[in-house]
């Protein structure tokens, strides 16, 4: 009896040992888990703000410096000249863009290129001496950005490893002149990435695309990765930074990393893995990287110590082993339940050390109560103990939920929807200054599937929200005279007129242009042509209402939107304009000047181009018959 007791109570604690391990690793793979899969997401929006900002920055550099009528002019020309024309016109195309291309460098962009119709490479501004070989074999997205006649975007492996490309097409009127690629490499790309999100990163290229596509000297320096025996990468060298691992390090973690990213690579899915090293871990993940057809060319390789991964790690080992041990002093069940309770402290201290560890403020909320459950240092504003506070008295000091259009609830939102929720708010310093926060939402479950709790982080977003406005104030704006450019007046006027048509109402655009301008800038120079722009867009200002829309059209061009107008209106604002210009526009240098204008009324079938081409009929009229004048267009009438 006593040896049978004897082998139940070793039994038992046995059975309870064997338990408190499974239920240990089951805690540490669970929170290894949920710590990679925040990485890498964490690593994909770093990803896809660098790519966003630049796409943005190429659209600037493409609406202000390229989109112009002397680029548009002289494109055209090369795609009907001869080989001697070329050469005359691309030596002028270098000229016009090299200011451009400096501060296009000065941005980590690598290349404007040029491409004539027929996919041949026109001008690179990196390599000007090279020109002339078509690009159809090797440039899949340049094929499809002709092809289409259509901006195209994203990741290629191109002649020098990989690189994401701004493809944007030339129209002269509706006459397909060619394309304009702007680029960053793979290696300046990361660079930027890494200053969001530190780690040391690769470029993996699948093998059959390097023999096709890259250049001999470059394919001839690609090594085997040691990720995948179906890629190649460029060696693996020791250069330092911060977060350096040196090539030792990563052959050893792709090692043993190896058969679980074959399998990745396999159903084409991205993976986020941890390795560990001697007295580190390392976090890698890999991101597929598609071409714009969607097929995936290469993989993105991220790795870092992970100190995070180790202290789980350690904290993992530490209760494995204070439960090992529990087992073989065999305390008996009161000793092993305290050492459970010791390991799970331990582990509940080291997820409170992992949330306080984030630079951002994070919570645990109940759902029904709105009470926080669990806040990290950055929540809790210096209180000991934030838990049992409303997360809106704690956050906002308020005594109800956030219920507005400025500080809408993410927790009532996913309490709705049963989905993550993203909302920001607009929250206000000591010092009067305004942040703006983005706020997420992800719900927790119960058993039954009931969302029970909300998990909760706050991310401040200013400087990504005015940068983001400040590339869309250049976008749409031209940077002299400060009226809509020629893209946001036609997304307007686009806009206007269905709203016209579909509600029955008027609507007119006038063009307007200086009279004998180009004598004016030959003669006096381009400072008193710009100064005589910025004092006729004062003038218009005056006399056009605040639903009017001014915008520049091109040199001294302007277009007129005027909602609400019928033609017998757009007569007498027409006599306004004159008659402003006439008492107010005289320069000291050019004297007197004046402007002609041209007015038209929408019709029915009319879209943005039908009406700006009537109105710059009326315009070519009065211009005819004597200038300083205006003209309607006869249909308008």
């Known amino acids: 009896m006593k040896r049978s007791g004897l082998l139940v109570g070793i039994l038992f604690v046995l059975l309870l040992e064997l338990l408190a391990l499974a239920t240990i690793r089951y805690l540490y793979l669970d929170r290894r888990e949920a710590f990679l899969s925040y990485g890498y997401n964490e690593m994909v929006r770093s990803y896809q703000s660098v790519l ?40 002028q195309l270098h000229a016009m863009m090299q200011p451009s291309y400096q501060g296009l460098l000065q941005n980590h962009l690598n290349q404007i290129h040029f491409h004539l119709p027929d996919l041949t490479s026109f001008l690179r501004m990196h390599r000007p001496a090279v020109y002339g070989d078509n690009l159809a074999g090797v440039r899949p997205a340049l094929v499809a950005a002709n092809k289409r006649q259509a901006y195209v975007s994203g990741f290629e492996v191109g002649r020098h490893e990989g690189g994401f490309r701004f493809i944007f097409p030339l129209f002269k009127a509706d006459a397909f002149v060619g394309t304009v690629e702007t ?10 990435l890494r200053r969001r999100f ?14 096709r596509r890259l250049f001999g000297n470059v394919q001839s320096r690609m090594v085997p990765s040691p990720f995948s025996s179906s890629f190649l990468q460029a060696p693996i060298t020791d250069d330092t930074h911060q977060d350096h691992l040196s090539s030792f390090e990563i052959h050893k973690v792709a090692a043993a990393l190896r058969p679980a990213f074959e399998q990745a690579e396999a159903a084409k899915r991205p993976i986020a893995l941890a390795a560990g090293l001697e007295s580190s871990t390392v976090s890698v993940y890999l991101l597929p990287l598609a071409n714009i057809e969607g097929t995936p060319e290469a993989f993105l390789v991220q790795l870092n110590r992970d100190d ?8 993992y080992s530490i209760a494995a082993w204070s439960a090992s041990l529990v087992a073989l002093l065999g ?3 009161m000793v092993s339940l305290y050492q459970r309770a010791r390991a799970m402290s331990r ?20 759902a029904r109560t709105y009470q926080v459950r669990v806040a990290n240092r950055q929540a809790a504003r210096g209180l000991e103990h934030p838990e049992g ?10 005594a109800h939920p956030c219920d507005s259009s400025e500080h809408p609830c993410p927790v009532r939102i996913v309490l709705e929807t049963g989905a993550a929720a993203v909302v920001e708010h607009s929250h206000y310093t000591e010092n009067g200054e305004q942040r703006i926060v983005e706020v997420h939402g992800y719900p927790m479950q119960d058993e039954q599937g009931e969302i029970t709790q909300c998990i909760e982080y706050a991310v401040d977003v200013t400087e990504r929200r005015q940068l983001e406005q400040q590339l869309q104030r250049l976008a749409e704006t031209d940077p002299l005279t400060g009226t809509a450019n020629r893209r946001r007046f036609y997304d307007v006027l686009t806009v206007e007129i269905s709203r016209s048509l579909r509600h029955g109402r008027q609507l007119s655009v006038l063009m307007l242009d200086l009279d004998n301008f180009k004598e004016i800038n030959d003669t006096n120079g381009h400072d008193t042509g710009d100064r005589i722009l910025s004092r006729l867009v004062a003038l218009l200002g005056d006399v056009l209402r605040t639903s009017d829309l001014l915008g520049r059209s091109g040199g001294d061009e302007f277009l007129i939107l005027a909602p609400e107008t019928d033609a017998v209106e757009a007569r007498m604002l027409a006599e306004k304009l004159l008659v402003a210009v006439r008492e107010g526009l005289r320069d000291p240098l050019a004297g007197q000047v004046s402007v002609s204008i041209g007015a038209a009324t929408l019709l029915n079938g009319d879209g943005p181009d039908d009406l700006v081409k009537r109105a710059d009929q009326a315009l070519y009229r009065a211009k005819q018959y004597g200038r300083n004048r205006f003209e309607v267009d006869g249909r308008s009438l």
Do not use: W
């Not at 966003?52 to 390229?66: G, M, V």
């Not at 680029?183 to 930027?192: C, K, L, N």
């Open 331 to 333: 305390g008996g069940l």
């Open 52 to 91: 966003e900002t630049y796409e943005l920055f190429s659209r600037a550099i493409f609406n202000e410096t390229i989109n112009k009528p002397a680029v548009i002019n002289l494109m055209q020309q090369a795609s009907r000249a001869d080989r001697q024309q070329q050469d005359r016109l691309r030596q």
């Open 198 to 211: 530190p780690g040391e990163y690769m470029l993996l290229i699948k093998s059959d695309l390097t023999t």
């Open 389 to 398: 506070m409303t997360c809106h008295a704690l956050s906002h000091g308020c």
């Open 347 to 366: 582990l509940n201290r080291l997820f409170h050390q992992a949330l306080d560890a984030l630079p951002y403020p994070f919570h645990i909320i109940d």
């Open 308 to 315: 995070k991964l180790q202290s789980l790690k350690e904290g």
């Open 183 to 192: 680029s960053i490499s793979f290696d300046s790309f990361t660079t930027q």
